[in-house]
């Protein structure tokens, strides 16, 4: 687990042990034990397991590949996450996603555990054959650890429907007569994945944002009259247009953007959108929806030649695939990779608002620069929950084998979220503690309490 996610989790517990009204069952040294044994539990995930996958490729060789299941946490549910093919796949990495979804799902009240999965490869140097025997050779070697009351995988980076739909598949010939639909979530809607699945995650984080800066401040649940210099930060941008940068455009930036562009409740302009080749920017603001259609049809890639802008229809500047990071602009939205804001680079941001699509993609010292400087960070447990909410709705609808409507699901997930967002705005905008922070000790709060119930701590 990385230090930032630690120290988090670790501050979580400290405020709780703190707060006399937490658990007072718990007195003097048998609290402090107890605390001591929520730290330990909390910061270790339950098992790790690793494989190399022996796959036959195309060219007639065998080779081995490092693959990689964390099952941190199953105490509010079966374990619960996705499962991710990048070259940059470790045992660590995996660790720390996996106790990242412990804690997003704990959030947002889903009931499951956190789990992540992982193949050290780049899918882009794969057959579309290669991938797929390298799908059912994850589910083989995985095959007694997963089950949908057991560990429930998803799409992450670099894997999307077509890879749950053969791993659910595999899944199912390898388990006859047992129940399959939910052993594996964010399938193709004709294979029992649900509606709105795919957009989910995007629709998620382009709405934490809206709610912050407009539903929430007209709500009864508004804050005018708060010192709080975030709340200052809110006030100060509410009712004004608003440039926005969005970094990654796949499943999660293209959506967030598109969202973005659509809405009606905020006077947004959409100025820079990246991918892993470069950033487009427009101060007018771009076209989105032209460039969706122009990476659907481009393997998923912006198009990154003036001849490709024109094929595209839009009109931007082509800059490196940095520069998304640095632009003048209030609001930047982290949806490709971790690690993207680091101490080394921090001081060159200029947005007061930072969306966080991915998973951890500010680092912790970068953070804490971050929350001094008063910019307000939506943490990825908040803010990217929206899709293993839906791959919630979608473990039930598998479950009952009855179907929602697309209007439904985003219904259930709008109010899913919002709830969540009432549950903690209010503690963030009455104190100084840093949105990551309020979030984390509301999540460790929920875990903690039901380990205590559940007789974990003695
Ligand atoms: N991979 C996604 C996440 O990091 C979704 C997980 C899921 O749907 O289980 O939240």
């Given at each position: 687990?990385?230090?930032?996610?630690?120290?988090?989790?670790?501050?979580?517990?400290?405020?709780?042990?703190?707060?006399?009204?937490?658990?007072?069952?718990?007195q003097?040294?048998?609290?402090?034990?107890a605390?001591k044994?929520?730290?330990?539990?909390?910061?270790?995930?339950?098992?790790?397991?690793?494989?190399?996958?022996?796959v036959?490729?195309?060219?007639g060789?065998?080779?081995?590949?490092?693959?990689?299941?964390?099952?941190?946490?199953?105490?509010?549910?079966?374990?619960k996450?996705?499962?991710?093919?990048?070259?940059s796949?470790?045992?660590?990495?995996?660790?720390?996603?996996?106790?990242?979804?412990?804690?997003?799902?704990?959030?947002?009240?889903?009931?499951?555990?956190?789990?992540?999965?992982g193949?050290?490869?780049?899918?882009?140097?794969?057959?579309?054959?290669?991938?797929?025997?390298?799908?059912?050779?994850?589910?083989?070697?995985?095959?007694?650890?997963?089950?949908?009351?057991?560990?429930?995988?998803?799409?992450?980076?670099?894997?999307?429907?077509?890879?749950?739909?053969?791993?659910?598949?595999?899944?199912?010939?390898?388990?006859?007569?047992k129940?399959y639909?939910?052993?594996?979530?964010?399938?193709?809607?004709?294979n029992?994945?649900?509606?709105?699945?795919?957009?989910?995650?995007?629709?998620?984080?382009?709405?934490?944002?809206?709610y912050?800066?407009?539903?929430?401040?007209?709500?009864?649940?508004?804050?005018?009259?708060?010192?709080?210099?975030?709340?200052?930060?809110?006030?100060?941008?509410?009712?004004?247009?608003?440039?926005?940068?969005?970094?990654?455009?796949?499943?999660?930036?293209?959506?967030?953007?598109?969202?973005?562009?659509?809405?009606?409740?905020?006077?947004?302009?959409?100025?820079?959108?990246?991918?892993?080749?470069?950033?487009?920017?427009?101060?007018?603001?771009?076209?989105?929806?032209?460039?969706?259609?122009?990476?659907?049809?481009?393997?998923?890639?912006?198009?990154?030649?003036?001849?490709?802008?024109?094929?595209?229809?839009?009109?931007?500047?082509?800059?490196?695939?940095?520069?998304?990071?640095?632009?003048?602009?209030?609001?930047?939205?982290?949806a490709?990779?971790?690690?993207?804001?680091r101490?080394?680079?921090?001081?060159?941001?200029?947005?007061?608002?930072?969306?966080?699509?991915?998973?951890a993609?500010?680092?912790?010292d970068?953070?804490?620069?971050l929350l001094?400087?008063?910019?307000i960070?939506?943490?990825?447990?908040?803010?990217?929950?929206?899709?293993?909410?839906?791959?919630?709705?979608?473990?039930?609808?598998?479950?009952?084998?009855?179907?929602?409507?697309?209007?439904?699901?985003?219904?259930?997930?709008?109010?899913?979220?919002?709830?969540?967002?009432?549950?903690?705005?209010?503690?963030?905008?009455?104190?100084?503690?840093?949105?990551?922070?309020?979030?984390?000790?509301?999540?460790?709060?929920?875990?903690?309490?039901?380990?205590?119930?559940?007789g974990?701590?003695?």
């Amino acid at each position: 687990m990385t230090s930032k996610t630690s120290a988090v989790i670790e501050r979580s517990l400290q405020n709780l042990l703190e707060d006399a009204a937490y658990l007072p069952v718990l007195q003097d040294e048998i609290r402090a034990k107890a605390f001591k044994s929520l730290a330990s539990i909390l910061s270790t995930p339950n098992r790790m397991h690793k494989s190399f996958l022996r796959v036959p490729l195309d060219n007639g060789e065998v080779t081995r590949i490092p693959a990689f299941r964390t099952q941190h946490n199953d105490t509010l549910g079966p374990y619960k996450g996705g499962i991710r093919f990048h070259e940059s796949v470790n045992e660590d990495e995996v660790i720390n996603l996996a106790a990242l979804m412990t804690l997003k799902n704990a959030l947002h009240e889903v009931p499951f555990g956190g789990g992540k999965g992982g193949v050290a490869i780049n899918p882009r140097n794969y057959s579309a054959r290669e991938l797929y025997l390298i799908c059912k050779k994850y589910v083989q070697y995985f095959s007694d650890i997963l089950g949908p009351d057991k560990d429930i995988p998803a799409p992450d980076v670099g894997t999307g429907e077509r890879e749950m739909d053969w791993m659910m598949a595999e899944y199912k010939s390898i388990n006859p007569g047992k129940p399959y639909r939910g052993s594996f979530t964010g399938k193709s809607v004709i294979n029992g994945g649900s509606l709105g699945r795919r957009e989910a995650t995007g629709k998620g984080v382009y709405f934490t944002f809206r709610y912050l800066l407009h539903d929430f401040l007209q709500g009864q649940h508004g804050f005018a009259g708060s010192s709080n210099s975030f709340a200052q930060t809110v006030m100060a941008h509410a009712g004004r247009p608003l440039k926005l940068a969005v970094q990654g455009f796949g499943n999660v930036g293209s959506i967030v953007a598109l969202e973005a562009y659509q809405c009606t409740k905020l006077q947004n302009k959409i100025v820079a959108v990246s991918d892993r080749n470069s950033t487009l920017y427009n101060a007018e603001g771009l076209d989105i929806p032209a460039l969706i259609g122009y990476a659907q049809t481009h393997h998923g890639d912006l198009p990154n030649t003036p001849e490709g802008l024109a094929e595209a229809n839009v009109k931007a500047e082509i800059r490196g695939r940095e520069d998304i990071l640095y632009l003048d602009v209030e609001v930047l939205v982290l949806a490709a990779l971790e690690d993207q804001i680091r101490a080394d680079n921090v001081e060159r941001i200029k947005a007061s608002f930072i969306v966080e699509g991915a998973n951890a993609p500010v680092t912790g010292d970068a953070d804490q620069i971050l929350l001094d400087k008063g910019c307000i960070v939506i943490p990825d447990i908040l803010a990217n929950a929206g899709g293993v909410i839906v791959s919630y709705f979608e473990w039930l609808q598998g479950r009952e084998t009855q179907f929602y409507s697309e209007a439904q699901v985003f219904e259930l997930l709008h109010d899913k979220m919002k709830s969540t967002m009432n549950a903690i705005y209010p503690g963030y905008f009455g104190n100084s503690r840093s949105l990551r922070q309020i979030c984390y000790t509301h999540a460790v709060m929920k875990l903690s309490t039901n380990l205590y119930i559940q007789g974990k701590l003695y």
